[in-house]
């Protein structure tokens, strides 16, 4: 059984390279999309032919785990083929550019590239060099539109709305791309957004992105309906950035008695992977507040409506 | 000697610097907090079993705050312990002793600071507060658990007598320590424009042949760090201005709103590196002793408040150490038994104001260190001294209770002592 898309739904743009520059009508048109395959990847059969004869390729010049794999399921349940490529395996291990690696790619005609680089602006530069529709999976600290994407449709799945929501970011401000593809989505869709760190995890001029900035759990998650973790990695954690693990998961780590200084129906996201007693304590991560697993499925979900969508641009769809 | 009931402290000149309070009067404590101070109080009565003392016209004060005091536990309890450190506190008047970081093991994680706290409450006659230090280990390049060390009692953040070099630390020090109002406390001294150097640069080390220390080593990584502190808008003190240079930088941060504050150690407002005369050791000090013309700016700067805090710099070094040709000597000298002494030296020849004096050695580092002494108000901590001023003596290091004998005060002659020291509304030392 297949459903039909009654969606007719077509994206402003060839690729998608960040929220910023996604109409309203864009990312609502994309949520609605997305929860028709939430109603799919729930059925026995799965699989969709809008992708047929198309070519995938996930090139990877950072590892991931769900991201990637996510992806490759969106790709395979919509019928496309899908290619993975990863830094270790590619030629970039061997010394070739960036453009190059772009020229020989758009060479062996792939529809949509799906990209990750550790570079801000990478995936940008390699999409003005290639003839195929590209998708950012994260970019550097810049941006990583289909977690922001994601993250809405599940807020929207479980509060209802997004407007008027107050959505605190917590954690590793400065270096998350997961943190400003979500500020910019949730400023467009109407939601307030606040940011909590430690001053040497705010980036500069952050008060200018529209958000609220707070240095203090108590004070930041105040009246917060959705209360989002970031992953502080493990090279920031001892010195650099934060003094220590013990340090950083007392003042500002997510556990029991500080979700209560949230709303009491508030809910938990973490873009994953988690690091457990650093910024989350397990008994939230898996308690009733959480909703770190159903962001998994919604991955799938969005990347299968961002493909879905970027597809009905191709030529000849 | 030890009282245990109230105090009534009669007949006294009384100076409270955190008011302008500059009166004749009494002043009463009892339960270990200032009940009042004014005029007449003993005429009009005292609670029964008042400790009744005729001050005969001499000077109370707040108790002395020393804001730099290096004490060698836990570590080097031979050169001093805090038991030692703290009787040589209350003999000069010192209340409340801030000690560095640079212990062993460095006063660096919650748990040192639990330590010394314990062990200063157990074996101290005077108040003890850490600070700790900036970076884990002093070694400039990882910062410290900064919010729970200031939690487990840490007063503020300092490397000791190690300046930070790397900027970026320095940067994300200052950036950090603003989530927690922690201050942070910082020798402005450049390592490699020190480099081998042993006293001041100029014409009396050419002469001396000894390697000079350019003012510029102090006022460059002084001018790095206002900086910084502009980028993160941090709390900084510079712990050891020593030259006029580095004011007329301190005065341009301060006329720019930035929270900025300095002190200047008690030997470099009194002494110069004349002193230093035939290669005495006990005069060779980190940062070193300046000219003439350096030291007078400094006095001028703590008359105009420009510098918050004078200290003692206090730093026990034993004979192995002192007795040694001057560039092999180790730097440093004890300070806590005759800094109020040495400070009268200026009150007396007109050099700055009494009142000014006991302000940057009491109520300013009390109000930079959040600390509730420094002042004889109403329901303060009664910590406080009485000081005759006027009472001839000369130092002789043989009594000096500190367990090292360096100091750069040998013989001299004083004018003025202390006389009592009241902690916490009990007397811990009288000078009979």
């Given at each position: 059984?297949?459903?039909?898309?009654?969606?007719?739904?077509?994206?402003?743009?060839?690729?998608?390279?960040?929220?910023?520059?996604?109409?309203?009508?864009?990312?609502?048109?994309?949520?609605?999309?997305?929860?028709?395959?939430?109603?799919?990847?729930?059925?026995v059969e799965k699989k969709r032919t809008s992708l047929r004869g198309r070519t995938q390729v996930n090139l990877f010049f950072e590892v991931s785990t769900r991201t990637q794999a996510s992806f490759e399921l969106a790709g395979k349940r919509l019928g496309a083929?899908?290619?993975?490529?990863?830094?270790?395996?590619?030629?970039?291990?061997?010394?070739?550019?960036?453009?190059?690696?772009?020229?020989?790619?758009?060479?062996?005609?792939?529809?949509?590239?799906?990209?990750?680089?550790?570079?801000?602006?990478?995936?940008?530069?390699?999409?003005?060099?290639?003839?195929?529709?590209?998708?950012?999976?994260?970019?550097?600290?810049?941006?990583?539109?289909?977690?922001?994407?994601?993250?809405?449709?599940?807020?929207?799945?479980?509060?209802?709305?997004?407007?008027?929501?107050?959505?605190?970011?917590?954690?590793?401000?400065?270096?998350?791309?997961?943190?400003?593809?979500?500020?910019?989505?949730?400023?467009?869709?109407?939601?307030?957004?606040?940011?909590?760190?430690?001053?040497?995890?705010?980036?500069?001029?952050?008060?200018?992105?529209?958000?609220?900035?707070?240095?203090?759990?108590?004070?930041?998650?105040?009246?917060?309906?959705?209360?989002?973790?970031?992953?502080?990695?493990?090279?920031?954690?001892?010195?650099?950035?934060?003094?220590?693990?013990?340090?950083?998961?007392?003042?500002?780590?997510?556990?029991?008695?500080?979700?209560?200084?949230?709303?009491?129906?508030?809910?938990?996201?973490?873009?994953?992977?988690?690091?457990?007693?650093?910024?989350?304590?397990?008994?939230?991560?898996?308690?009733?507040?959480?909703?770190?697993?159903?962001?998994?499925?919604?991955?799938?979900?969005?990347?299968?409506?961002?493909?879905?969508?970027?597809?009905?641009?191709?030529?000849?769809? | 000697?030890?009282?245990?009931?109230?105090?009534?402290?009669?007949?006294?000149?009384?100076?409270?610097?955190?008011?302008?309070?500059?009166?004749?009067?009494?002043?009463?404590?009892?339960?270990?907090?200032?009940?009042?101070?004014?005029?007449?109080?003993?005429?009009?009565?005292?609670?029964?079993?008042?400790?009744?003392?005729?001050?005969?016209?001499?000077?109370?004060?707040?108790?002395?705050?020393?804001?730099?005091?290096?004490?060698?536990?836990?570590?080097?309890?031979?050169?001093?312990?805090?038991?030692?450190?703290?009787?040589?506190?209350?003999?000069?008047?010192?209340?409340?002793?801030?000690?560095?970081?640079?212990?062993?093991?460095?006063?660096?994680?919650?748990?040192?600071?639990?330590?010394?706290?314990?062990?200063?409450?157990?074996?101290?006659?005077?108040?003890?507060?850490?600070?700790?230090?900036?970076?884990?280990?002093?070694?400039?390049?990882?910062?410290?658990?900064?919010?729970?060390?200031?939690?487990?009692?840490?007063?503020?953040?300092?490397?000791?007598?190690?300046?930070?070099?790397?900027?970026?630390?320095?940067?994300?020090?200052?950036?950090?320590?603003?989530?927690?109002?922690?201050?942070?406390?910082?020798?402005?001294?450049?390592?490699?424009?020190?480099?081998?150097?042993?006293?001041?640069?100029?014409?009396?080390?050419?002469?001396?042949?000894?390697?000079?220390?350019?003012?510029?080593?102090?006022?460059?990584?002084?001018?790095?760090?206002?900086?910084?502190?502009?980028?993160?808008?941090?709390?900084?003190?510079?712990?050891?201005?020593?030259?006029?240079?580095?004011?007329?930088?301190?005065?341009?941060?301060?006329?720019?709103?930035?929270?900025?504050?300095?002190?200047?150690?008690?030997?470099?407002?009194?002494?110069?590196?004349?002193d230093i005369g035939p290669y005495r050791t006990f005069l060779k000090l980190a940062p070193p002793l300046r000219a003439e013309n350096d030291r007078k700016a400094l006095v001028a700067a703590v008359g105009s408040g420009l510098i918050d805090v004078v200290m003692?710099?206090?730093?026990?070094?034993?004979?192995?150490?002192?007795?040694?040709?001057?560039?092999?000597?180790?730097?440093?000298?004890?300070?806590?038994?005759?800094?109020?002494?040495?400070?009268?030296?200026?009150?007396?020849?007109?050099?700055?104001?009494?009142?000014?004096?006991?302000?940057?050695?009491?109520?300013?580092?009390?109000?930079?260190?959040?600390?509730?002494?420094?002042?004889?108000?109403?329901?303060?901590?009664?910590?406080?001294?009485?000081?005759?001023?006027?009472?001839?003596?000369?130092?002789?290091?043989?009594?000096?209770?500190?367990?090292?004998?360096?100091?750069?005060?040998?013989?001299?002659?004083?004018?003025?002592?202390?006389?009592?020291?009241?902690?916490?509304?009990?007397?811990?030392?009288?000078?009979?």
């Open positions: 059984m297949t459903i039909a898309s009654s969606s007719s739904f077509v994206l402003s743009q060839r690729h998608l390279l960040g929220i910023e520059g996604l109409s309203r009508e864009d990312i609502v048109g994309l949520l609605d999309l997305g929860e028709e395959f939430v109603a799919l990847n729930r059925q083929d899908v290619m993975n490529m990863s830094a270790s395996s590619s030629s970039m291990r061997k010394g070739e550019t960036l453009i190059d690696t772009a020229i020989t790619l758009n060479a062996m005609h792939p529809d949509i590239l799906v990209v990750r680089h550790q570079s801000s602006g990478a995936v940008a530069l390699l999409a003005s060099k290639l003839d195929c529709s590209v998708i950012n999976a994260g970019d550097g600290a810049h941006e990583h539109p289909t977690q922001a994407l994601l993250d809405a449709l599940t807020i929207r799945r479980n509060k209802g709305r997004i407007e008027g929501l107050l959505v605190a970011i917590c954690g590793d401000i400065l270096h998350s791309r997961v943190a400003r593809s979500n500020i910019i989505l949730l400023n467009q869709m109407g939601a307030r957004v606040r940011v909590i760190a430690p001053s040497t995890l705010l980036p500069a001029g952050i008060e200018r992105f529209g958000v609220e900035v707070a240095r203090d759990m108590r004070e930041g998650l105040a009246d917060a309906d959705i209360v989002m973790m970031l992953r502080l990695q493990r090279e920031r954690m001892n010195g650099s950035y934060v003094p220590s693990v013990s340090e950083y998961f007392h003042y500002w780590g997510l556990d029991e008695k500080k979700l209560s200084y949230a709303k009491p129906d508030a809910m938990v996201m973490h873009p994953g992977p988690m690091n457990r007693g650093v910024e989350i304590d397990s008994i939230v991560a898996d308690g009733v507040q959480s909703l770190i697993r159903e962001q998994v499925e919604m991955g799938v979900a969005i990347r299968m409506a961002v493909l879905e969508a970027l597809s009905r641009k191709l030529p000849n769809a | 000697m030890l009282d245990r009931g109230p105090i009534l402290l009669a007949n006294a000149r009384i100076i409270d610097p955190s008011r302008d309070l500059n009166i004749v009067g009494d002043l009463l404590i009892a339960d270990g907090v200032i009940r009042e101070a004014k005029r007449g109080i003993g005429a009009a009565g005292v609670p029964e079993g008042t400790n009744v003392v005729d001050c005969r016209g001499k000077l109370i004060a707040p108790g002395l705050i020393d804001m730099r005091a290096f004490i060698g536990e836990p570590g080097a309890g031979h050169r001093e312990s805090f038991a030692s450190a703290s009787q040589a506190a209350a003999a000069g008047g010192v209340t409340t002793i801030i000690c560095q970081p640079d212990t062993s093991p460095v006063i660096d994680n919650p748990a040192t600071v639990d330590f010394v706290m314990r062990r200063a409450r157990d074996t101290a006659i005077v108040r003890v507060h850490p600070m700790a230090a900036i970076t884990k280990g002093l070694e400039g390049s990882e910062m410290t658990e900064m919010g729970l060390l200031k939690a487990a009692g840490a007063v503020a953040f300092s490397d000791g007598e190690k300046s930070v070099t790397n900027a970026q630390v320095m940067r994300r020090s200052l950036t950090y320590a603003r989530d927690f109002d922690a201050l942070i406390v910082h020798q402005t001294e450049d390592p490699d424009l020190i480099g081998d150097g042993v006293m001041n640069e100029g014409e009396f080390a050419a002469r001396l042949g000894l390697v000079g220390i350019p003012k510029a080593a102090e006022t460059v990584m002084l001018e790095r760090d206002i900086r910084l502190v502009g980028l993160t808008g941090g709390r900084y003190h510079a712990a050891s201005i020593t030259c006029a240079d580095s004011l007329a930088v301190l005065e341009r941060a301060k006329e720019a709103g930035l929270n900025v504050s300095a002190s200047a150690s008690i030997n470099h407002v009194t002494l110069n590196e004349n003692s710099d206090h730093n026990p070094q034993d004979v192995e150490v002192k007795r040694l040709p001057f560039a092999e000597a180790a730097a440093g000298a004890i300070g806590l038994e005759t800094m109020l002494a040495a400070g009268l030296r200026l009150a007396h020849s007109g050099e700055i104001e009494l009142p000014t004096l006991l302000r940057a050695m009491s109520t300013r580092p009390a109000e930079l260190l959040g600390l509730p002494g420094g002042t004889l108000k109403s329901g303060a901590p009664a910590d406080v001294i009485v000081v005759d001023t006027e009472v001839p003596w000369v130092v002789d290091p043989t009594e000096l209770k500190s367990k090292c004998k360096n100091t750069p005060f040998d013989e001299a002659r004083m004018l003025g002592r202390v006389v009592r020291t009241i902690v916490a509304g009990r007397t811990v030392y009288e000078y009979v």
